[in-house]
């Protein structure tokens, strides 16, 4: 059993940033692939981010490319989403999540390749 937790998220103005936060449980963090997902009101969970076990690939939505950064902390079981530029397109509820198996590229962007996920944290950007 795997527990996320994320934090951080908030108010911002357009234009401003965000660093959301996701602590997980469990004795193997550092081969877990995490994910970032979004869901927007009357909208599908989107595909924001994903790094891979040791943090040396990561994917993004073309939405976010350029603008959001995920990274890993592998001694401190957490994964970090470094939201720049925010617009009010960005507001949504954001989820972190592990993968059940392996992925890459358009594999790690379906939510059916994540087994576990968090509560889910509010950022709201305002124009």
């Known amino acids: 059993q795997v527990q996320l937790v994320e934090s951080g998220g908030g108010l911002v103005q357009a234009g401003g940033s965000l660093r959301l936060s996701c602590a997980a449980s469990g004795r193997t963090f550092s081969s877990y692939t995490m994910g970032w997902f979004r869901q927007a009101p009357g909208k599908e969970r989107e595909f924001v981010a994903a790094?891979?076990?040791?943090?040396?690939?990561?994917y993004y939505a073309d939405s976010v490319k350029g603008r959001f950064t995920i990274s890993k902390d592998n001694a401190k079981n957490t994964v970090h989403l470094q939201m720049n530029s925010l617009k009010p397109e960005d507001t949504a509820v954001y989820y972190c999540?592990?993968?059940?198996?392996?992925?890459?590229?358009?594999?790690?962007?379906?939510?059916?390749?994540?087994?576990?996920w968090g509560q889910g944290t509010q950022v709201t950007v305002s124009s």
């Open positions: 790094i891979i076990g040791s943090g040396i690939n990561t």
């Open positions: 999540a592990k993968a059940g198996a392996y992925c890459s590229a358009y594999g790690c962007s379906r939510t059916a390749m994540y087994d576990y």
